[in-house]
């Protein structure tokens, strides 16, 4: 059975930073592409920032130079720092597993931005 557990959102200022954790079981994580999303209420479901099994990483344009996703192959664990939070990053963040067609998704976790 495949988990994706995600912890560390919350409630912080505009300028503060959280650390995102996700982790996983039931898969062979190091042979998985990790990513974030985040969805706000009302819009879609959008990608964050994404990183190969090899650790080639791409991000958002709206997140560039503020996130950094990394991953933690002997923990099975993938991390989205967030710097510089914006009133505008508030949303529920999931973390995604992906490889060969095959997805899944965690339940997701709520970040709150506000002063």
């Known amino acids: 059975q495949v988990q994706l557990v995600e912890s560390g959102g919350g409630l912080v200022q505009p300028g503060g930073s959280l650390r995102l954790s996700c982790a996983a079981s039931g898969i062979i994580f190091s042979n998985y592409h990790m990513g974030w999303y985040r969805q706000a209420p009302g819009k879609q479901r959008e990608l964050v920032a994404r990183?190969?099994?090899?650790?080639?990483?791409n991000y958002a344009d709206s997140v560039k130079g503020r996130f950094t996703i990394s991953r933690d192959n002997a923990k099975n664990t993938a991390y989205l720092q967030m710097d510089s939070l914006k009133p505008e990053d508030t949303s529920i963040y999931y973390c995604?597993?992906?490889?060969?067609?095959?997805?899944?998704w965690g339940q997701g976790t709520q970040v709150t931005v506000s002063s």
């Open positions: 990183i190969t099994s090899i650790g080639i990483t």
């Open positions: 995604n597993a992906f490889r060969n067609g095959y997805a899944y």
